[in-house]
């Protein structure tokens, strides 16, 4: 049961325009969620969070947006740029008593020069 | 400040075999999360420990078990190898509980179950 879903396994954005990324989820217990970034021999990176106090969050070229209602949150980079290709995760947690973050299975962003 | 370590980088092992990989966490943090990433999927929740104590465990089975240490480092155990063990075993760290505090990603142990 994948509680946390990425339906897009790859993307291919030029550089300069939005990379728009997203996930769902099923969870309603799930009150935190956050991107990350991985590179090839390398851990995943965080890049940024969100609570589900809120609906937005900015961090340079970063933003997440998160819809409860919905039950999905978006990455927005902007501008993209070559070093942004990597895969990204999103992730998702609530304290259930069992604190664990729960991740979709990865979009492959390719940024294109 | 160094980041996150893991050790081994690699291993390769035969089925029925022991395996025992090891984290080093950032300095001053107290949490240690482990999570297994099979090729194509994201990582699977293994463990949780705060303050040396189990605080979270996934769906795996009791093959698997974890401890932390006073330092705060952490060992991974996984005993009577399945082929279906093979994946990258990751380690992250945070200041506290991980829902408080960001969790900080080791670079993982690349295990081959043969």
């Known amino acids: 049961d994948q509680q946390v879903k990425q339906n897009s396994p790859s993307l291919s954005v030029q550089e300069g325009r939005i990379s728009i990324l997203n996930c769902d989820y099923t969870n309603s217990m799930f009150d935190y969620f956050l991107w990350y970034k991985k590179y090839p021999a390398e851990g995943p990176t965080f890049l940024i969070s969100i609570s589900s106090i809120k609906d937005k969050n900015e961090d340079g070229r970063f933003t997440v947006f998160l819809n409860k209602s919905a039950k999905h949150l978006s990455l927005h980079i902007v501008p993209s740029q070559p070093g942004d290709s990597a895969v990204y995760f999103c992730a998702a947690g609530g304290i259930f008593g069992n604190e664990k973050l729960t991740f979709g299975t990865g979009t492959r962003l390719t940024i294109i020069p | 400040d160094a980041g996150v370590t893991q050790s081994p980088t690699h291993l390769i092992k035969t089925r029925g075999q022991q395996v025992t990989l090891r984290c080093s966490p950032i300095s001053g943090h107290k949490s240690v999360s482990w999570y297994q990433q099979v090729l194509g999927q994201g990582p699977q929740f293994i463990f949780q420990?705060?303050?040396?104590?189990?605080?979270g465990r996934g769906n795996f089975p009791d093959r698997f078990s974890a401890r932390q240490f006073p330092n705060y480092s952490s060992e991974l155990n996984v005993n009577a190898l399945l082929l279906g063990d093979s994946a990258l075993y990751l380690c992250?760290?945070?200041?506290?509980?991980?829902?408080?505090?960001?969790?900080?990603f080791g670079p993982g142990t690349r295990l081959t179950v043969l």
């Open positions: 992250a760290s945070s200041l506290g509980r991980p829902f408080t505090d960001t969790q900080y």
């Open positions: 420990y705060y303050e040396k104590e189990e605080r």
